[in-house]
């Protein structure tokens, strides 16, 4: 693999930027593999990535029905945080932080990861006190949370309405400064060219039809475009679609796959240099290095795997960012899209064994799936390796929709659902 | 924006009227105190999720309040009928 580096960049502008290399190969399917993880997506990626890195395992191919990246890697609001209420979930997010922290160096790729902060919002007391429990719980995990007043907020962004006049107030907000924004396709591609030169084999255009199951055991995967393909052991990181995958395998999942949302204005001039998010009003909003908007509410209220919504949801979700910052009333918006997001009962993912033997599924990730990227890709991958499920991901377990152990993290999910 | 007709209004109205209730024909288990936590978590969290055609209930929240069903695809999200709680569906798999 060619080293990027600015010195690199000098020597390759010498010939105009003719010689770069490619950043991954195109690969022909092998007959068998060690591993195979469905899903080309950010989580897929970064289990392939971490199974070469970590446990050597480079056997490895990730099938991906359409191109890296292209579902909801590539269709998310990018925001990265951890200050989550549970234990368990809290540990999990922090563990995806602290890898967050040094992946651009670890990747050899600009995931251009910008620590600027999150503030959530509250607007009533009942907020306040939701927000004073999740900080210290926070705290108490070694995250970094703070509470701020309407002051606190009204420094940090100085363009939000914070008058008691409003229609719903702010009275205050937590705190992250560690949390921020990454730059996502950045993610999936860093984590795909670090993956394929360990020799991950990369195989796009090529969709699952069937899991091959023999005696309670996985032995590998049907595919359209190039027939059987053998494993010994196999990963699903699929989305909104692990519904469809499980079906496959012939068990159900505690999961309903629906539209979510965003959208992006035209680029402006620096404006908002945080992340916002406010639950009660419902929608989020930053701003992205060209500029535009980032904006994200709740998904669609019906099942759908159209990875389009409904003109209301944008409305409402408008609506909401009017609300807080009357001054974007008058900002164009320049796209929106969908995309389908797998979302679980209790809001928090599903990192777990299957009925089947050898067959794993990372999803359930539901609407805040980004920010756990390659925290949940590390810990998927040291499940995959040892057959074991790694001790962060062992509270996901599909298991806890029969025993009642469920990890509600409602609350601090960024949208209703 | 979905155009939906509520069958106890016999109208069409618009999707901001209405709320998605999730999947439809869930039945309680007959004997709670006696299921297994299989049964139960079966019952309550797992649904059927397909893509396709999908039997869900609505509630017309700001019509008439009544809660129905549908039958629509979730792929194209057409809405192939609208019928009244108790009835059965005449479209898709399990028609």
Known sequence: ?417 | MLHIYCPYCEEHREEEEFHAKGEAHIARPADPDNTTDTEWGDYLYFRKNPRGLHHEMWVHALGCRKFFNVTRHTVTYEILETYKMGEQPTQGADA
């Open chain 1, 1 to 417: 693999m060619q080293r990027y580096s600015g010195f690199g960049l000098v020597k390759h502008a010498l010939d105009h930027h003719e010689n770069w290399q490619r950043i991954w190969r195109n690969p022909k399917p092998k007959d068998h593999y060690d591993v195979i993880i469905v899903g080309g997506g950010g989580h897929g990626l970064a289990t392939a990535y971490y199974l070469a890195k970590e446990h050597g395992i480079t056997n490895v191919a990730v099938i991906e029905k359409g191109f890296l990246g292209g579902g909801n890697t590539g269709r998310n609001t990018t925001i990265v945080r951890s200050n989550y209420l549970w234990d368990e979930a809290a540990h999990l997010y922090e563990h995806a932080m602290k890898l967050w922290e040094g992946l651009s160096q670890d990747l050899n790729y600009n995931v251009m990861f910008s620590q600027r902060g999150v503030l959530n919002l509250g607007h009533n007391l009942q907020d306040m006190r939701d927000i004073q429990r999740r900080v210290n719980a926070n705290r108490l995990n070694g995250i970094d949370s703070e509470v701020l007043d309407t002051q606190g907020v009204q420094e940090i962004v100085p363009h939000m309405d914070c008058s008691p006049n409003t229609r719903y107030p702010v009275l205050g907000a937590s705190w992250q400064p560690r949390a921020g924004v990454a730059r996502h396709d950045a993610v999936a591609w860093g984590f795909a060219r670090a993956a394929d030169a360990m020799g991950v084999d990369l195989i796009q255009q090529t969709e699952v039809v069937d899991l091959i199951v023999e005696d309670g055991g996985i032995v590998g995967v049907e595919t359209k475009q190039h027939g059987t393909i053998k494993a010994g052991k196999v990963g699903c990181v699929v989305a909104g679609n692990s519904g469809v995958l499980a079906k496959m395998g012939g068990f159900r999942l505690p999961l309903e796959s629906h539209p979510l949302q965003a959208l992006v204005s035209e680029p402006i001039k620096p404006i908002l240099d945080t992340v916002v998010m406010s639950n009660a009003v419902h929608g989020y909003v930053s701003q992205s290095d060209k500029g535009d908007l980032v904006i994200g509410a709740g998904i669609d209220g019906y099942n759908g795997y159209g990875q389009r919504g409904s003109y209301p949801t944008i409305e409402h979700t408008l609506q909401a960012i009017v609300e807080l910052f009357p001054i974007f009333s008058r900002v164009r918006m320049n796209r929106q899209w969908g995309g389908i997001v797998d979302t679980c009962p209790d809001a928090c993912p599903i990192l777990s064994k299957t009925p089947v033997e050898n067959l794993f599924f990372n999803c359930g990730w539901g609407t805040g799936g980004f920010k756990a990227t390659p925290g949940s890709g590390h810990v998927f991958a040291a499940s995959l390796a040892k057959g074991e499920m790694h001790p962060l991901a062992a509270p996901f377990s599909i298991d806890r929709f029969h025993t009642g152990a469920l990890v509600d993290e409602h609350g601090a999910a960024g949208v209703a659902h």
